[in-house]
């Protein structure tokens, strides 16, 4: 089978390739696309691989049942303060397929391929957190390339391996070498290794990708920690919650929710919608004497100087 795609991927650079000399890329790539999707649906026919599932009915449902373990599916942030929490939800989606796996008798490891420029912006993993955010760290394993070709390299050939129970392929931004070609690729091994790739892209947009799902990935607030007794503690901070967005699905309607993580179950929680209104009286945590309004200073901006008008050149 790993033959098959490697065959089928050189007839799609070979197409792409003469659609580029005749000036006429989008023919070559769809037809390409058309392919991969037919192939994919007939692979699917013939076996039946489990998928990964939310646990949150409604979310499944969106999914056609959950996320496939076989394809690629991308966790987008727009921006650079957000990359925090597409990275949770990579690391929560892993930790349900360690648990999923462990409960058939699988104890594969995890293989995180960091970004050099993300890792300067985001950080590396961090062995006591991935801990309590529910991931085994001796099960985890991280590398760190130094140039994207040999992330790109390192990444295909731990998906054709199907020696890791998942990898993270993590990518800042949108690089002009990690493109529809490239992604493609990606996607025809995890078809023929029957493997899941997470693709984690940093502060990038929205781009066309082999990807079978796209979840844009923010961060919404949390809630206060539980008691035992049911009741909440005052002043903390519990779970996190992620706020996301179904982007590339078989779903039409865009769908966007909020889901909670525990990483003690690492399961999901849906959240609804927080009221973020202040009510009547209720200060700031940090509540403190309000600033002055400023004195001695114009109620309207000066006018403008003088104009001087030049003569044309022309």
């Given at each position: 089978m790993a033959q098959n795609a490697l065959a089928r991927e050189r007839l799609f650079a070979?197409?792409?390739?003469?659609?580029?000399?005749?000036g006429k890329p989008a023919p070559a790539l769809a037809a390409a696309e058309q392919e991969a999707l037919a192939e994919g649906r007939k692979t699917r026919q013939?076996?039946?691989?489990?998928?990964?599932?939310?646990?949150?009915?409604?979310?499944?449902?969106?999914?056609?049942?959950?996320?496939?373990?076989?394809?690629?599916?991308e966790f987008r942030s727009a921006l650079s303060r957000d990359a925090g929490a597409a990275s949770g939800l990579a690391m929560a989606v892993a930790a349900r397929l360690q648990k999923q796996e462990s409960g058939a008798g699988k104890l594969l490891p995890l293989l995180?391929?960091?970004?050099?420029?993300?890792?300067?912006?985001?950080?590396?993993?961090?062995a006591p957190g991935l801990r309590n955010f529910g991931l085994c760290p001796e099960r985890f394993l991280h590398a760190s390339p130094r140039k994207l070709d040999e992330a790109l390299w390192l990444a295909e050939a731990a998906v054709e391996s199907a020696a890791f129970s998942a990898v993270i392929f993590e990518v800042r931004g949108?690089?002009?070498h990690?493109?529809?070609?490239?992604?493609?690729?990606?996607?025809?091994?995890?078809?023929?290794?029957?493997?899941?790739?997470?693709?984690l892209r940093q502060a990038g947009a929205e781009e066309a990708s082999s990807?079978?799902?796209?979840?844009?990935?923010?961060?919404?607030?949390?809630?206060?920690?539980?008691?035992?007794?049911?009741?909440?503690?005052?002043?903390?901070?519990?779970?996190?919650?992620?706020?996301?967005?179904l982007e590339k699905s078989r779903n039409s309607?865009?769908?966007?929710?909020?889901?909670?993580?525990?990483?003690?179950?690492?399961e999901f929680f849906p959240?609804?919608?927080?009221?973020?209104?202040?009510?009547?009286?209720?200060?700031?945590?940090?509540?403190?004497?309000?600033?002055?309004?400023?004195?001695?200073?114009?109620?309207?901006?000066?006018?403008?100087?003088?104009l001087l008008a030049f003569e044309r050149a022309s």
């Open positions: 070979l197409r792409e390739t003469i659609a580029k000399l005749e013939q076996r039946s691989l489990p998928l990964l599932q939310f646990g949150v009915e409604f979310v499944d449902r969106a999914l056609e049942g959950g996320l496939p373990l076989d394809a690629i599916t995180w391929i960091g970004d050099t420029v993300g890792t300067l912006e985001a950080g590396r993993p961090y949108n690089p002009a990690f493109g529809l070609t490239e992604s493609r690729r990606l996607s025809l091994r995890a078809h023929a290794a029957r493997r899941p790739l997470f693709l990807a079978a799902l796209r979840l844009h990935v923010e961060p919404a607030p949390s809630g206060l920690r539980p008691l035992p007794d049911g009741s909440k503690l005052a002043g903390s901070i519990g779970n996190p919650v992620f706020r996301l967005t309607a865009p769908l966007s929710f909020l889901l909670e993580w525990n990483p003690h179950e690492r959240v609804a919608e927080p009221n973020l209104v202040r009510p009547p009286g209720e200060q700031s945590a940090h509540a403190g004497a309000q600033l002055p309004a400023s004195a001695n200073r114009p109620y309207r901006p000066q006018a403008m100087g003088g």
